[in-house]
């Protein structure tokens, strides 16, 4: 047999979330990247299906986020329920789904599995990329010598294919990687063959999980909907069409066979998930119509890897990462923001924009989340179990569900103190969290008057935007210092130029705290309007409806002003005063190379 061989900057093994969204954000950096997976086409329904804040503007940064909505389930309301004195089950109270004032979009919105990998899919095929299945990875291998692993323009990993829709004489393939990204799930061969292990254990909570088109009287089957009964706990989740999510919990005489004492789904049917969800909802009828759309059983396993990656080059993301309960709607969240964090970081080091140390950083944020979802997920899991639902009151449920909100929805979320995460001046935009995600806004573009939302000049294309918060341009004080500064970023030995790499690192927005009616676009120096929609300022649009008070917002002094540098992943980086430039170069030089030309400047 004789194997084809080929080279590639990336393979993506696995194209569910995590892989898809590696491989549509690497095609759109320009990177060679390949995506396989063993399956014979994606998932057509059910599987994960929350979609949070978080991953909205995530989802918003690279343009998909319209269609998810258009095409999803918008949930904005939660509903709790407890036993009442007549033996079934009474609401107690109403509230919004999430309390995260920081969210652009305050809620969250349902979509299977499926629908959102077909976003993904749809997106790369506009960037000429498809998934090439039915591909599975035979076997895989790094070479360890240091020359190679140290020079990102190598290819030590040498990965056996096997397509498996070809003859099996043409079916076998060698593809030379400068990375790999395994993004195979919680079974990952990926991670098996690196010899990663999984930490964590595995609950006898067993859980049964059904898609129904519902017919009922209960009135809260549009809102998300916690039920505590006399017989145990049960999750209501809307879905799109029409459709809703029921979560119960399954006996161990319901899919334990007591002959090998391990989970037997073939024991239970989704008709029985269905009868102790109508138990459980008494008084309220429900009746599914038709055949249910989808329907699962699973344990609760909480297990993290102890690596992310080897040598920095084989990495593993997604569910190869860490595993847990689906009930928090964490999984396609927790993988997509996965590769986000790494996709930016492989292209800075195969393009010659930052040196290896990058990489290193992927593991450092994303592995603390990870520890952090699975504390989270114990707690929240066990809050649903039998055992605990007769000891925990309702009023417990509410209070971890809202105490975790920002958790939940992903704007909790701060990457600690790194090379590029770095609050040494915090206190210069006290209200912008450096490690968090940009706080949104709307301001008003200089130039016409239109309000705009700060996330939406903060696109997911791989650079950094270096964000000018100035005083008011019509006093003529401060102009003075705003000229200054420009000739400063303009100078040759500026991080603009340094770290520039042909204008291909830094987009800068310059944001003042001047009226609409007072300067003109064009008042600011040409550095820190490259566009005439960079310019924006903090004021009222023309009919008072939005606009105004963002320099409070943010915590900036509108005397003092502010620098804030966001990275391409949409997280705050630094903030530091507006006139200290050496800050900013030692924040990029800790990581970046310099631009070609100017290593001595």
């Not at 879905?239 to 073939?266: C, F, H, M, W």
């Not at 997920?377 to 000891?391: E, I, N, P, T, Y």
Request: charged letters at 25%.
């Amino acid at each position: 047999m004789t194997d084809s061989e080929s080279y590639v900057d990336v393979l993506v093994i696995g194209a569910g979330p995590a892989g898809l969204m590696c491989a549509n954000a690497l095609a759109q950096a320009g990177v060679h990247v390949r995506i396989v997976d063993k399956r014979a086409s994606r998932i057509q329904v059910g599987h994960a299906d929350g979609i949070h804040a978080r991953t909205l503007e995530i989802l918003q940064s690279y343009g998909l986020k319209d269609r998810l909505i258009q095409e999803g389930q918008e949930v904005h309301r939660a509903a709790f329920y407890v036993p009442s004195q007549n033996g079934g089950i009474q609401r107690l109270r109403r509230g919004p789904a999430f309390t995260a004032p920081t969210a652009r979009y305050p809620f969250a919105c349902t979509r299977h599995q499926g629908g959102l990998e077909a976003l993904l899919i749809d997106a790369m095929k506009a960037k000429r990329l498809e998934v090439e299945r039915p591909t599975i990875p035979v076997s895989l291998e790094v070479l360890h010598e240091d020359e190679l692993l140290k020079d990102p323009s190598k290819y030590p990993i040498k990965i056996l294919l096997k397509h498996l829709d070809r003859p099996t004489e043409d079916s076998e393939e060698v593809v030379n990687a400068k990375f790999a990204v395994g993004a195979d799930g919680a079974h990952s061969w990926t991670r098996k063959v690196l010899g990663i292990s999984l930490k964590g254990d595995q609950s006898d909570h067993i859980w049964g999980v059904v898609d129904i088109l519902p017919d009922s009287d209960f009135p809260d089957t549009r809102n998300l909907s916690f039920i505590n009964s006399q017989d145990g706990s049960m999750l209501l989740i809307p879905r799109e069409n029409d459709l809703i999510r029921l979560y119960v919990q399954l006996s161990d005489a319901d899919v334990i066979d007591p002959v090998t004492g391990r989970v037997d789904k073939e024991r239970t049917t989704p008709q029985r998930v269905i009868e102790i969800a109508q138990r459980l909802l008494k008084p309220y009828r429900m009746e599914a119509i038709g055949e249910p759309e989808w329907w699962t059983t699973y344990a609760v396993g909480q297990r993290v890897a102890e690596a992310y990656s080897a040598h920095e080059r084989v990495f593993i993301a997604g569910d190869a990462c860490h595993t847990h309960s689906p009930k928090a709607g964490q999984g396609m969240n927790a993988s997509m923001s996965d590769t986000h964090n790494l996709a930016w970081k492989l292209t800075y080091v195969l393009r010659g924009w930052a040196d290896m140390g990058l990489l290193k950083t992927y593991e450092y944020e994303r592995l603390k989340f990870a520890q952090e979802l699975i504390e989270f997920d114990r707690k929240w899991a066990a809050l649903f179990s039998d055992k605990a639902s007769a000891r925990a009151s309702e009023e417990e449920t509410h209070d971890v569900f809202r105490e975790n909100d920002g958790f939940m929805s992903g704007l909790g979320l701060r990457y600690q103190q790194s090379a590029i995460a770095v609050d040494d001046f915090q206190e210069s935009a006290s209200k912008l969290t450096v490690g968090k995600h940009m706080v949104p806004h709307i301001f008003l573009c200089a130039a016409d008057a239109r309000p705009v939302n700060i996330h939406d000049m903060l696109p997911a294309d791989m650079r950094f935007k270096v964000l000018v918060f100035v005083g008011n341009m019509a006093d003529k004080p401060t102009a003075a210092d705003v000229r200054d500064l420009a000739d400063k970023l303009a100078a040759p030995e500026s991080f603009l130029r340094r770290y520039g790499h042909g204008g291909q690192i830094f987009d800068v927005l310059c944001v003042s705290a001047s009226s609409k009616d007072a300067v003109d676009y064009t008042d600011f120096p040409p550095v820190l309007r490259s566009h005439w929609s960079k310019v924006l300022l903090d004021d009222v649009d023309m009919h008072g409806r939005s606009g105004g008070g963002g320099f409070a917002a943010y915590g900036i002094d509108t005397a003092a002003g502010a620098m804030v540098v966001v990275r391409p992943d949409g997280h705050v980086g630094l903030v530091t005063p507006v006139d200290r430039l050496d800050v900013v170069d030692s924040y990029f030089g800790s990581f970046m190379l310099p631009s070609r030309g100017s290593a001595n400047v």
